[in-house]
């Protein structure tokens, strides 16, 4: 008799179950059989795929809370319970901070966009694409002068960070786009958009980022930068983590090309979670380095090397943007300071110890980042679509002041900038340094689900 039959399923074997044909979840320790659901599931069927075969129950929770009708519907799917052995505690999620959380977000209806704002976001990204395009075709095909050629490649990959946040990211966490058209206009252009950034690589790391941030295990940019950076005191230190505070600036533009060679490698990712996704990835490899190098080469009088110094800016300035405008605000000094004993494997509590907000009243940089300044809501609540972060910062704030849950932003860019690479300095030194061992701990105070 095998497991099933027994209905005990172990997390070993549900992994295995990872595809679109074969989807099983684990939630709040049972395991449910998803691959029938997938097609009429109102919230699209990558979200369920970003975690299939795995731990999916913090975003369950988060999506849906106590909804009994969802309940009740989730129990047809149950197929089998975990071992006792490998259960996990879940009763963090009843903590009564993040129930009322859920609950105020709902009344606030935070899970759905005003008209007016559908509306005014769409053509925030239809003017991101326009000029896009215009700037890049004009940069590549337009025989301008080098210093004219250069600052329009620039300016797209500014405005490529900020599309990065608007499109790409909520691709990652919700139906978006709901239009069948628009989303394979979007798989079409995402390689030109975001080189080196699958859409299935994306969907699939940062969603695990969001069940344990600055984990090792789940965080893939902590893993794949670990030959570089030391990011958590999980990471053994070498030679060059001594240097990472310096060194960080001249890696971070290379960001993406990171996490998918060296972490896809390192990882086992490529080959145990998503079989197809290293084909898909080289696929996009080949499209973004068609559209800017391989066709201007044989379309204009320009010479390779001109091309790919273009390509290089634009990826190199894209890359920066991102990683300064979404990443860094996980890893500063104030994660280090110890998560009290009455708040250990609360869910809500350590994204708001390891999560930091930036300039969240900016226009800009909420423009520029594509709403990652406003990180804490986000990792709390991850299906509350961009438009309405804004509309959530005073309700977490109200929130944590009133259960004394941290709560950080950084008022200027360059003090976000500093406290990070003050953080790196911390963690550059040696492993029995007490900043490294108190993070660890930190980390080990939480079981992610």
Not at 131 to 155: C, E
Not at 189 to 215: A, V
Not at 239 to 244: G, V
Request: aromatic share 16%.
């Amino acid at each position: 008799m095998n497991s099933i039959n027994k209905n005990i399923i172990s997390r070993f074997e549900t992994i295995q179950h990872n595809t679109k044909n074969d989807c099983w979840l684990i939630i709040q320790n049972n395991v449910y059989d998803f691959t029938n659901f997938i097609k009429i599931h109102p919230g699209g069927s990558n979200i369920l795929l970003s975690r299939a075969g795995e731990d999916a129950t913090s975003y369950f929770i988060s999506k849906h809370g106590k909804n009994p009708t969802v309940i009740k519907q989730l129990e047809t799917l149950k197929i089998g319970t975990l071992p006792l052995e490998e259960q996990l505690n879940v009763n963090d999620f009843e903590e009564a901070f993040y129930m009322e959380l859920i609950d105020r977000s709902y009344k606030a209806k935070l899970y759905k966009i005003p008209k007016a704002f559908q509306n005014k976001f769409f053509w925030i990204r239809c003017i991101n694409i326009i000029l896009f395009f215009t700037l890049s075709l004009l940069a590549i095909y337009g025989n301008l002068p080098a210093w004219i050629a250069i600052a329009f490649v620039f300016f797209q990959a500014i405005i490529g960070t900020s599309t990065f946040g608007l499109i790409a990211h909520e691709a990652t966490h919700r139906n978006f786009p709901k239009n069948k058209l628009l989303k394979i206009l979007l798989d079409f252009t995402w390689p030109i958009f975001w080189p080196f950034i699958s859409q299935n690589g994306l969907r699939y790391e940062h969603n695990s980022h969001h069940i344990k941030i600055g984990d090792a295990e789940y965080d893939f940019e902590v893993a794949a930068f670990a030959s570089f950076i030391r990011y958590s005191g999980n990471i053994t230190p070498n030679a060059f983590h001594k240097y990472q505070h310096k060194l960080a600036k001249y890696i971070y533009p290379f960001y993406a090309n990171i996490i998918t060679t060296i972490g896809g490698i390192k990882s086992t990712f490529w080959s145990a979670h998503n079989r197809k996704v290293a084909l898909k990835h080289n696929l996009s490899l080949l499209m973004t380095f068609t559209y800017f190098i391989i066709l201007p080469t044989v379309f204009t009088d320009g010479k390779l090397i001109w091309f790919i110094a273009l390509y290089m800016i634009y990826q190199c300035v894209l890359f920066y943007g991102i990683y300064v405008g979404s990443a860094i605000n996980h890893f500063v000094p104030d994660v280090i300071s110890q998560i009290p004993e009455e708040h250990k494997n609360k869910y809500a509590y350590y994204n708001c110890h390891n999560t930091t907000n930036f300039c969240s009243d900016s226009k800009f940089w909420n423009w520029y980042t594509g709403g990652f300044n406003i990180q804490i809501e986000h990792h709390l609540i991850p299906f509350v679509p961009v438009e309405n972060l804004q509309k959530m910062v005073p309700i977490v704030k109200e929130l944590c002041a009133k259960y004394n849950y941290p709560y950080r932003n950084y008022d200027k860019v360059i003090d976000l900038w500093n406290a990070h690479y003050d953080f790196l300095a911390r963690m550059s030194q040696e492993k029995n340094n007490n900043d490294a061992l108190l993070e660890q701990l930190n980390k080990k105070s939480y079981q992610a689900r």
